[in-house]
């Protein structure tokens, strides 16, 4: 047979069977869209980056050489001195150079005290309305700020939040509050990915923002005609002398703050090309499932094929070019899907807020190639053994009906193999959980779950036997003759049944393995949230650090006697040094001394109030063993922009904690003595206790209305907190959740194409059994039943396999101080009765297809 046959021969069986492999081709189309979306939306992300960070960057930059801290610790940016910007003047190529204010450090709200900040994570930018705001920027009502009580909002937030000339906004900074009136309004020239921007004067800008006159965070400058941006550099720095100050030219200062983007955006990429590999890898057990089915049916012709002279290779050709079809097809489309879903998801984050552009859509050729490569790669990669086993069907098969034997001596290697694997990842879970440390054990952990997971796939058929048959003794017998039928046609095939039950083991084992951890999580934080936290009340900030005026005012409660006392907490960078010499850099936790009723910490040696002493700290045991640290040594404190001084251990904590791991505590005082006012950090969070069991609602309520001026300071009492932990736990995994969904929808498909391609398979049977008496509703009842047992089969073995990962991840979590396992049993068993509705819905299709069969056709089918 020539390679012009074979070829003819593929094509003629692939358009002839393409109902059947319309499902193995939305498999496929949906594992590439992912791909495709993920690139096209993350690559459209940095162009809008790029193009923002370009247009909003002068010719060349100047700003403090400092620039490590956004300010975001104490409210206040780096700055310079305003006489840099005459300096900068001086240096030849400068066209103009001007005086900037920005601080991403601030909150401005409405009159109706709404925040009027992004709730996508974009910051809230203030600062003063410069010439080089124009490249990015165009008033387009009003005018800009002339004074204190004035300001200009940037368009799309005036949109968003219904703004107009003339509304008061009140802006929250370090320095207090400051109330303004709209009197303009920008646009940008670019897509705004969602920050909310205000200007005001300079003058206002400076003494609000920075706390002072005088200063700026940066100074932008224009390069003359016939001058670079590089060569306007070099002159300004000679200018201002090298090394004063960081110098950036357009290009460099878009390239700093793209890269920041960059890898941000590119954790959220590979976090979704790793879930659409989830999808792939359960499209292929679909693809095989199809190829393997459809041989089975055509042993007959593929018998004949070699009986008039096709070899084994022709007809493995024959088989691989089907699936070379199959992936083009599926791929082709999937990439335009991909381009689709990117859209989608574009709109959905314009419709949350972040504005996204359809004009800035970025498809690189790399995109649709690489779409391509995997669809049609993995497709013929599934498609292999299927053509492996075509190819090995004699000319005798002619005779025969269709449907391959099975090969005993290949279920006992698989057999073999799939224990050892199944045994070897289990060892290696068993040494995750005797690691010493979490770093060591997660190894394991990985080697055991994938081992584990390729294990129970190859054992799988040999499982299915067993496990069907339990699950239909439970199930399926009350359903009499019907039930029984059912269970002998999900153990036909075994190799069959385990390969889709596989599909789905794999979403919901990792499902289960998430629900387990998470829910430990949650349990371990509420745990030692009980035994650990005495405090009444925690107050904390979504912008991080609370502001002086906030803590005042809670400091007022504690004046008007509801309160027994309020605690600061300041983490303090200081670079450590020990008494071996080694110097690393450490955050001090600089607290009142009543923090030691407010969160209770247990020591190895020492007394904790010691530390609270005059130049007195502790230090972790960790930290201690590391170094050799014992009470009573002094260690070297270099506190950043202050002072370096020595420092008396005198109690040293155990690290055995979930809350402040590792923690070295020392007084508010000394932080204070140590470190300028203007250098120390704000609040990150603030305790409080009520004065009595009596006095608790009063205190708590007059908490809240203390800082209720600002929006982003929150008070909470316990219960308050557990349950902000435990819906910041169940966000995630919700997310994660609808990432698996792919997959669990493609392992869906799986089910539903092997049921259908069943029917087909068993066309001749269901017809004399419909000759003999069945009748349609007990014929779709059977249907049903066989997808139910699939589906619970995969379930049982998924959420085992999941629930056994959790709980060795659940040890190495005790590890860092999560010591409580928490199966969420609740969550377990809806997913086990959410899988027996999902083969329902699987066989709903099949189901009706086969029961509208005519008898007489059926079974004069060949």
């Known amino acids: 047979m020539s390679a012009n046959t074979v070829m003819k021969t593929s094509l003629r069986n692939f358009f002839a069977h393409k109902g059947r492999m319309a499902l193995s081709a939305i498999a496929v189309l949906l594992s590439v869209a992912f791909v495709c979306g993920t690139l096209v939306f993350t690559d459209t992300m940095d162009k809008t980056f790029d193009k923002l960070f370009t247009a909003t960057s002068s ?9 490590s801290t956004d300010g975001s610790s104490t409210g206040r940016p780096e700055s310079l001195p305003a006489s840099a910007v005459d300096t900068v003047k001086k240096a030849e190529g400068v066209k103009s150079a001007e005086g900037a204010v920005s601080s991403m450090n601030v909150t401005v709200v409405n009159a109706d005290n709404k925040n009027m900040g992004s709730e996508n994570g974009a910051p809230t930018i203030a600062g003063n309305w410069t ?16 004074g204190p009580t004035q300001v200009m909002v940037d368009a799309d937030t005036a949109k968003k939040h219904h703004l107009k000339l003339g509304d008061e906004l009140r802006t929250i900074a370090v320095t207090g509050d400051l109330k303004a009136q709209i009197v303009g309004i920008a646009s940008f020239k670019v897509t705004n990915p969602g920050a909310a921007v205000v200007y005001f004067d300079t003058a206002t800008a400076q003494r609000e923002l920075l706390g002072r006159t005088g200063q700026f965070t940066h100074i932008n400058i224009a390069a003359d005609a016939g001058y670079t941006d590089a060569q306007v550099k070099r002159n300004v720095a000679d200018t201002l002398g090298a090394g004063t100050y960081k110098l950036q030219t357009q290009k460099e200062a878009a390239d700093a703050n793209s890269a920041d983007v960059s890898s941000f955006m590119d954790v959220i990429k590979y976090a979704l090309l790793g879930f659409a590999g989830i999808a792939f890898l359960v499209g292929i057990f679909l693809i095989i499932n199809t190829f393997s089915m459809l ?30 079809l199959l992936g083009v097809v599926g791929s082709v489309l999937g990439v335009g899907a991909g381009v689709g879903l990117a859209v989608g998801l574009m709109k959905l984050m314009s419709a949350a807020g972040m504005d996204l552009s359809t004009d800035d859509l970025t498809v690189k050729w790399t995109t649709p190639a690489i ?22 069907v004699s000319p005798m098969a002619a005779l025969r009906d269709a449907g391959t034997p099975a090969d005993l001596k290949a279920g006992v290697v698989r057999g073999i193999i799939g224990t050892v694997l199944t045994a070897g990842g289990g060892f290696a879970l068993y040494l995750a959980t005797q690691a010493a440390t979490a770093s060591k054990g997660s190894l394991w952990l990985g080697a055991g779950i994938v081992t584990t997971l390729i294990g129970f796939v190859v ?28 269970e002998r046609n999900a153990l036909r095939n075994p190799r069959r049944t385990g390969a889709t039950g596989a599909a789905l083991m794999i979403g919901l084992a990792l499902v289960a393995c998430l629900s387990v951890v998470g829910s430990s999580m949650v349990a371990s934080a509420t745990s030692e949230l009980d035994k650990s936290v005495g405090a009444d009340f925690i107050v904390e900030s979504s912008n991080g650090g609370i502001n002086p005026q906030s803590v005042d005012a809670l400091r007022k409660v504690k004046a008007d006697g509801d309160v027994s006392h309020v605690t600061e907490v300041k983490w303090v960078q200081a670079r450590v040094t020990a008494p071996d010499g080694s110097k690393e850099k450490e955050e001090l936790s600089a607290t009142d001394a009543s923090y030691m009723q407010d969160l209770r910490r247990e020591t190895t040696s020492g007394t904790l109030s010691d530390a609270y002493g005059t130049n007195a700290m502790s230090v972790g045991d960790a930290y201690a063993k590391k170094h050799g640290v014992r009470v009573g040594d002094s260690l070297t404190v270099a506190f950043d922009h202050g002072r370096t001084v020595r420092l008396k251990v005198a109690a040293i904590t155990s690290d055995d904690t979930t809350f402040d791991k590792g923690a070295m505590y020392t ?40 800082v209720a001026d600002d929006p982003t300071v929150k008070v909470k009492d316990q219960t308050d907190y557990k349950q902000t932990l435990k819906d910041q736990i169940g966000q995630l995994l919700n997310m994660i959740y609808g990432l698996l969904a792919l997959a669990i929808i493609v392992a869906v498909l799986g089910v539903v194409n092997t049921l259908a391609l069943s029917v087909v398979e068993r066309t001749r049977e269901i017809g004399l059994m419909r000759a003999i008496g069945l009748s349609r509703r007990q014929l779709r009842r059977m249907i049903r039943l066989e997808s139910v047992v699939i589906a619970l089969f995969g379930a049982l073995l998924g959420l085992g396999l999941g629930m056994g990962w959790g709980a060795t991840a659940q040890k190495l979590l005790a590890l860092e101080g999560l010591p409580v396992l928490d199966i969420p049993w609740p969550t377990i068993l809806s997913v086990f009765i959410g899988s027996a509705f999902v083969g329902l819905f699987a066989a709903l299709i099949p189901a009706f297809r086969a029961g509208r069969m005519n008898v007489l056709n059926a079974i004069a089918t060949d």
């Open 371 to 392: 779409g391509l490569l995997l669809g049609v790669v993995v497709t013929v990669l599934a498609a292999w053994l299927p053509a492996r086993r075509a190819g090995k």
């Open 459 to 486: 054992v799988g058929p040999l499982l299915a036997g067993g496990v069907v048959r339990i699950i239909s003794a439970v199930l399926l017998r009350i359903f009499g003759p019907v039930g029984r039928m059912a």
């Open 59 to 67: 010719d060349v930059t100047v700003s403090p050489k400092d620039t």
């Open 295 to 324: 041989v089975a049916q055509r042993t007959r012709e593929i018998g004949l094929m070699r009986a008039i002279g096709s070899s084994r290779k022709q007809v493995n050709r024959s088989v691989l070019v089907e699936a070379l």
């Open 667 to 706: 007084s508010l005082a000394t932080a204070e003595r140590n470190v300028p006012a203007e250098r120390l950090p704000l609040d990150s969070m603030v305790f409080a206790k009520a004065a009595d069991s009596a006095h608790a609602d009063t205190a708590y309520k007059a908490l809240k209305s203390s």
């Open 131 to 146: 010439g080089n705001d124009l490249r990015s920027m165009e008033i387009t009502s009003g005018h800009a700020p002339r």
